[in-house]
């Protein structure tokens, strides 16, 4: 479903990864691992679309990606079914039952937003994926501030997206309870010539 | 799109307000300006025209600032960004937000305050006309300058900086077609070139904007 | 060979390198030239007085003012189709020359507005259509200042060029629309028959060709200093980044 | 306090501009009137110190938004209240900064600006005078408005709500001590009355502003 | 150093905890445990004094806690060496290296603090504790997005700040490592009639 070829990602100018090169199919979920600053964000915004990559090639059919980053992206003042609502309409979804059931949701669904505690609000995000309907799910650190509860929740919902023929690429730093092949970014340091390629030859 | 207008809509409605906030802002600056120029009518009347385009154009520049900045801030703009809308149709339905909480109620209420600054009578309907052929630009405009300034975090000023010197033309035309209608001169060339403004701008500026936030978001 | 290659930084550097100091001193020679005969070595106006002589600084800083935003605008068009670095440092290296030609006309002819008009300033078309002129400048040269990354700053930049100038243009037809003014026509064209005579002519000529050989030799320095700018902060950022 | 008011301007600079941005928007403002009004030099200049006071208002209008916006959603002022900074010394700083960044360089300017708009030479000095004795109370007042909106998501034109109708006062001494220091009228009367506002505003509304604040964070 | 006599919290006009009583000595560190929404945040800024406890008596040296809340207020145009200076000024801090040092931060001391990842923000986020010199250390979920060579490293900090007499209040949903004693807030789950009373007696 989503293939990358040697791909090298720069944020702010710094090549963080070079040669990234993995395949995820169908029914597949990608743990990906590395410590603070490896560049976990950095490759998923680039998977995402949201910035282009500086080398290599990232194969996907289009919009089939669905990004969940650090932010939720939660308006306040919108209650939690005006929120998921309006992302249904967005990506076509009928209706958000199913996004409230899996995240157990049904009893906030009329709390405007800004009244909810942080993993209360990260569910509310999460929630979102299932209405997005898309196959391939990005998301970063999805289980921050959430509670064992939550977490099973959470691995409920990705299971049951990969049984139905999704993908899942995940950063993480905690065990999510999922068996799934992980990934270490770090790996992927570039070497310093690459950097050096990649960064400047333009000034020297 | 309209799931997204509406979202927009009931976000400024909630955060107080909405449509009445704009009327009460260009009441306000109307209301200043006698108080700083002194209360003689009749520069008061031969100021009439400028002043209320000036006051709509300040009105519109207020509630520019934000315009993208609380979605780039919570998040909401990369996701949207990665949705199946078109940057170039966020873009516009935003603008389009920001008019219908701006620029129209300013139009319907244009009436009211005029009478306040002693507006000649037959300059009233060009007034009505020309605010309604160019606010439109306005909020389009002002879109265009939100969307450059959106990852900065106190774009506020100079936002404005860049913004005014488009809205320039706008100006112009929309103060000197209000001013030839109070003085009972014909308005249809100041009133074509307006139009053609804002047809101009909601033609091409989406994608100049749409260009601006993908940069930003990069 | 391609005009292009002069887009790659370390070609641009090293041939610009021997080109600024001649340059310069070319640039010195014919405005210094220009100056002096214009000063000294024409008759006073007959109804203007030697007032008249600060034309030789008014008219072409007020070309170059005009004519820098147009090179802003090409150059950020090259960067955001063809991507080079170069011009996009070129653009920015220009816009503060730009504005400083602008003051300079604005200025002067504040100075000769007095004794001519009777006042500093007037709301004449030209004149306000070089002080919205200076205004673009400052929205530019703002945009540059507040935005960090200097990849991204050349693109919202270019993008606020390409359409400020649309909006330069329609201002400038608005305000002609909006006031008549008192400032002069062009007298500058082809047609010499309605032209001042030759005696002013001539050392505005050599003025303007300074003026212009000026503002290439500081933009050229200009962007060196840009290019050298922008891999100071690369070589920052990498040791940073560790 | 030091240590915040050097932040603040810090954050400002960084965000481009600083001290320059306000002056340019206050250039626009004074270069859109005449687009409006029209370019006969005698209404102009009639018209000046209101214009140039209402154009002050206006700049420090719009830098005032985010004075607490960015602390209040990045979560610095929580960790601010619980500082040993008592929170009317944080909004006096604040004003302070705001102050340096819009009132200050305004002043410095107005001889330029008021050029533009002929304003007659003996009003120059009053001018100057005026707004170096008035400005501090609009940031003041600003702050305090600032303070009671921080909590709203789209707070810019309520914020200008609030605030403007507290300028009147402000406004009305200080146009008129222009007006009369431009027709070479004594002008004390009017400026002890601006320093009473100003005074009378440092020495009270960070409290108020401060109980704002408290109650929003609560 | 702290001590909590029956306390009630309310969150947007509802008590969402009751009766919290607890005691808090030096070199004593507590965990707050509870599922998501339970009140941990709610009693935390109760303590920090942001908010008026609605029943009961909070005691505590005035000014002796340092709180620090789900955002982290790092300011992103400052380098990370500016941000703590700015706080390490205001609480009288004489410099930052002790913070620098306890969370390996000077590699990023020169880094504007918006181009650092959510790991090393949170890590500069921390440091700003050191740097207030306070003995109660009140955190909210200090740990979301590190690593964990991060989460030891924080783990080591608050140690050092027990060792050196000071007291800790942590809530989390993630295990620290730390060796202290642990409270369940759902305990305190107001019963229904606690709430009525509160809520809105003043409109029966
Ligand atoms: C203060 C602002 C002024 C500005 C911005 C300004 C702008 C300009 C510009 C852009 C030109 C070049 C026109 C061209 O070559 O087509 C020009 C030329 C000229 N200006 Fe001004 N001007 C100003 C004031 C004045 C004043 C006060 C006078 C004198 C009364 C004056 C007299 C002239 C003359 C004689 C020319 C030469 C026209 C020609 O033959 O090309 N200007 N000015
Ligand atoms: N705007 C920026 N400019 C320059 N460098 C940046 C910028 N943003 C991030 N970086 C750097 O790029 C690297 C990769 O960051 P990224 O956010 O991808 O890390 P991450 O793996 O997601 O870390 P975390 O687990 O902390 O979220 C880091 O070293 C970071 O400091
Ligand atoms: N502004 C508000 N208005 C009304 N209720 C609120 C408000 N903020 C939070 N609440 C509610 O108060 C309760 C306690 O919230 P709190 O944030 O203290 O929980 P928490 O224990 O910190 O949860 P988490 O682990 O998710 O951070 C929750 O049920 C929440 O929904
Ligand atoms: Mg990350
Ligand atoms: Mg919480």
Redesign the interface.
């Known amino acids: 479903m989503l293939t990358l070829n040697s791909v090298a990602c720069t944020?702010?100018?710094?090549t963080v990864l070079d040669g990234v090169s993995f395949e995820l199919a169908a029914g597949e979920a990608l743990i990906l691992k590395?410590?603070?600053?490896s560049g976990k964000?950095t490759l998923l915004r680039t998977i995402?679309?949201?910035?282009?990559a500086s080398a290599g090639v990232i194969t996907a059919r289009p919009?089939s990606?669905?990004?969940?980053?650090?932010?939720?992206?939660?308006?306040?003042?919108?209650t939690v079914a005006?929120n998921l609502?309006?992302?249904a309409?967005?990506?076509?979804a009928p209706n958000i039952d199913a996004a409230l059931t899996a995240f157990d949701l049904h009893a906030l669904r009329n709390r405007p937003a800004g009244?909810?505690?942080?993993?209360?609000k990260r569910?509310v995000g999460l929630a979102?994926l299932v209405v997005?309907g898309r196959p391939i799910w990005a998301l970063d650190?999805p289980t921050?501030?959430?509670?064992?509860?939550?977490v099973a929740l959470f691995a409920r919902a990705v299971s049951e997206h990969l049984a139905a023929g999704g993908a899942a690429l995940i950063a993480t730093?905690?065990d999510l309870g999922l068996e799934a092949r992980s990934l270490d970014v770090s790996a992927f340091r570039p070497t310093k010539s690459a950097?050096q390629n990649a960064?400047?030859e333009?000034?020297? | 799109m309209?799931?997204?207008l509406t979202?927009d809509l009931?976000?400024a409605i909630?955060?107080g307000g909405g449509f009445g906030l704009a009327l009460a802002f260009f009441l306000i600056v109307i209301v200043l300006v006698p108080f700083g120029v002194g209360p003689q009518t009749d520069i008061l009347s031969k100021i009439a025209p400028g002043i209320l385009w000036v006051g709509a154009l300040l009105a519109c520049l207020l509630s520019l600032d934000r315009l993208f900045a609380t979605?780039f801030e919570?998040?909401?703009?990369?996701?949207?960004?990665?949705?199946?809308?078109p940057l170039e149709a966020l873009v516009a339905t935003k603008a389009l937000a920001h008019w219908l909480t701006t620029g129209l109620p300013l139009t319907l209420a244009a009436v009211a305050f005029s009478v306040l600054l002693n507006l000649p009578t037959p300059g009233i309907p060009a007034l009505i006309t020309s605010l309604a052929i160019g606010t439109p630009a306005l909020s389009m405009i002002g879109a265009f300058g939100a969307a450059l300034t959106v990852g900065l975090k106190r774009g506020g000023l100079l936002l404005s900086l860049l913004v005014l010197p488009l809205y320039v033309p706008t100006l112009i035309f929309g103060a000197e077609a209000t001013r030839r209608g109070a003085e009972a001169m014909p308005t249809t060339t100041p009133m074509l070139l307006l139009a053609a403004i804002t047809l101009g701008a909601i033609a091409c500026l989406p994608f100049a904007a749409a260009a601006a936030l993908r940069v930003n978001?990069? | 060979m391609s005009l292009w290659e002069y887009a790659?930084?370390?070609k641009f550097m090293s041939t610009t390198e021997k080109a600024v100091a001649p340059l310069f001193a070319l640039a010195a020679l014919f405005v210094l030239t220009g100056l002096v005969w214009g000063f000294f070595f024409t008759p006073d106006d007959f109804r203007q007085g030697s007032t008249v002589k600060i034309i030789y600084l008014h008219v072409p800083s007020a070309m170059m003012a005009i004519n820098v935003w147009a090179m802003m605008l090409i150059t950020s068009l090259v960067w955001l189709i063809r991507r080079h670095?170069v011009s996009a440092l070129a653009a920015k290296a220009a816009a503060p020359i730009g504005m400083t030609m602008t003051l300079m006309a604005l200025f002067t002819g504040a100075v000769w507005g007095q004794p001519m008009w009777g006042t500093w300033w007037e709301w004449d078309p030209r004149l306000t259509s070089f002080l919205i002129l200076f205004l673009f400048y400052l929205g530019y040269m703002a945009l540059w200042a507040a935005v960090e990354?200097?990849?991204t700053a050349a693109d919202l930049t270019s993008v606020l060029c390409l359409v400020g100038s649309v909006f330069a243009i329609l201002s400038r037809y608005a305000v002609n629309f909006w006031s008549q003014g008192l400032h002069q026509g062009a007298s500058l064209s082809l047609d010499k028959e309605e032209n001042v005579s030759d005696v002013f002519w001539i050392p505005l000529v050599v003025c303007i060709i300074g003026f212009i050989l000026l503002f290439i030799a500081l933009v050229l320095l200009r962007t060196r200093t840009e290019?050298r700018r922008?891999?100071l902060h690369?070589?920052e950022?990498?040791e940073r980044?560790g």
Chains 1, 5 share one sequence.
């Open positions: 944020r702010g100018g710094v590395g410590p603070n600053g964000t995402a679309g949201l910035q282009p919009e990606i669905a990004y969940a980053a650090h932010a939720d992206g939660i308006k306040v003042p919108l005006e609502t309006f992302w309409g967005l990506f076509g009244a909810l505690s942080a993993g209360q569910r979102r997005t650190e921050v501030s959430l509670d064992a509860a939550s730093h905690v950097q960064f400047d333009a000034f020297e | 309209i799931g997204l979202r009931k976000l909630r955060a979605d919570d998040g909401s703009l990369e996701l949207l960004a990665t949705a199946p809308l978001l990069r | 790659n930084p370390r670095h990354d200097p990849d290019l922008r891999r690369a070589i950022t990498r980044m």
